[in-house]
């Protein structure tokens, strides 16, 4: 089970998420007129908050131009937890397309990051300006779309929590240390981490037995009903084309004539745009059907609208996703036998 190799980047993406909502803040200086004379876009970068500072204050010269400025931003990880208010069913999986493939995938286990997103400034006004531009947008969660599995389109919206807000300013020290002030905002990301997605070797289930014995005890009852569904198609897959109207139909009608019914049979499915309906009688050109069926529209078709018959081949093309029908029939047994499940086989 462990040690099989997939990586789906899923920290990386919410790392660069979260930083990404604070990548165009900005701040202004205003003169004694009211207008701007200097308007700066706040750097961002990711690291803790000590090394800047460790970097600013161990510059010997103040008056040497240098590459950390302030006022700033940075932001870390600081931890990830896992999340039980949020927990799903142990060992589940669903299917999801990739493509025209179907995938099994374990459902995603909830857990939460932990972000501190540190506001560095040399004037309190500055340190402000930036607050006010974040804060609002947390009441307290700001979400995010992550696509956290890119092989099989798995989006997730990822609420960004704002926990709290710390506040330190520093006046200790001698008259040429530089003051910096520091807020602190601790952040959780509920985001989900997903297993391997594997191909599925059985495809989609494309058809259920359900046996029905004379007991309860099945040691020594024998079955006597089996009820059988298999999926059937609401779409012309092999594109046939069977005959077509003769004359246009009403979606009341329920006789209709074709050019010629030598390819239609009694109890046929056909379809006619994106109707299906059930052939009940045929009496040379003449049709006798039931309209909407399957769940679909009756609607008013056109002369010489093509008429496909849907079959087995179309329901051997069904793909992961496609809306679809089911076909049920019952059979009865007197033969003792039971199915297995290994052989796929009655023995």
């Not at 803040?25 to 003169?31: C, L, M, T, V, Y």
């Not at 024998?222 to 979606?251: C, F, H, L, M």
């Not at 050109?285 to 769940?295: E, G, L, N, Q, S």
């Not at 089911?326 to 023995?347: A, L, R, Y």
């Amino acid at each position: 089970m462990l040690g099989t190799y997939y990586y789906h980047e899923i920290l990386r993406k919410t790392v660069i998420g979260f930083g990404t909502l604070f990548n165009n803040i900005h701040i202004r200086h205003k003169n004694d007129g009211g207008g701007n004379f200097s308007v700066m876009k706040v750097p961002l970068a990711y690291g803790p908050m000590q090394k800047f500072l460790a970097r600013i204050q161990q510059q010997p010269d103040l008056n040497r131009e240098t590459s950390i400025s302030l006022p700033r931003l940075s932001f870390e990880m600081g931890g990830i937890s896992y999340d039980p208010t949020r927990k799903t069913g142990l060992a589940q999986t669903f299917l999801t397309k990739s493509g025209t493939n179907a995938k099994k995938v374990y459902m995603p286990v909830p857990y939460n990051v932990s972000f501190t997103l540190s506001v560095m400034a040399k004037l309190n006004d500055d340190a402000l300006q930036i607050i006010e531009q974040i804060v609002p947008y947390f009441q307290p969660s700001f979400n995010i779309t992550i696509n956290l599995v890119s092989s099989i389109g798995e989006k997730k919206d990822v609420p960004i929590i704002l926990e709290s807000i710390n506040f330190a300013d520093d006046y200790e020290g001698s008259f040429d240390s530089r003051r910096i002030l520091i807020y602190t905002l601790a952040f959780t990301a509920k985001t989900y981490l997903f297993g391997p997605v594997a191909d599925d070797p059985e495809g989609l289930i494309k058809k259920v037995d359900v046996d029905y014995y004379t007991n309860t005890n099945t040691t020594v009852a024998k079955r006597n009903v089996r009820y059988s569904v298999v999926p059937q198609a609401k779409q012309n897959y092999d594109g046939d084309e069977a005959t077509v109207v003769d004359g246009a139909i009403n979606k009341d009608v329920t006789e209709f004539n074709v050019s010629a019914s030598t390819d239609l049979s009694v109890n046929d499915r056909i379809i006619i745009d994106t109707e299906i309906m059930f052939i009940r009688k045929i009496d040379g050109k003449k049709i006798t059907v039931f309209r909407a069926y399957d769940d679909t529209i009756a609607a008013k078709h056109e002369h010489n609208t093509a008429i496909g018959v849907l079959g087995t081949a179309d329901d051997a093309q069904i793909e992961f996703g496609d809306d679809f029908g089911f076909n049920e029939t019952v059979s009865f047994f007197t033969d003792g036998k039971k199915f297995s499940p290994s052989q796929g086989i009655d023995i």
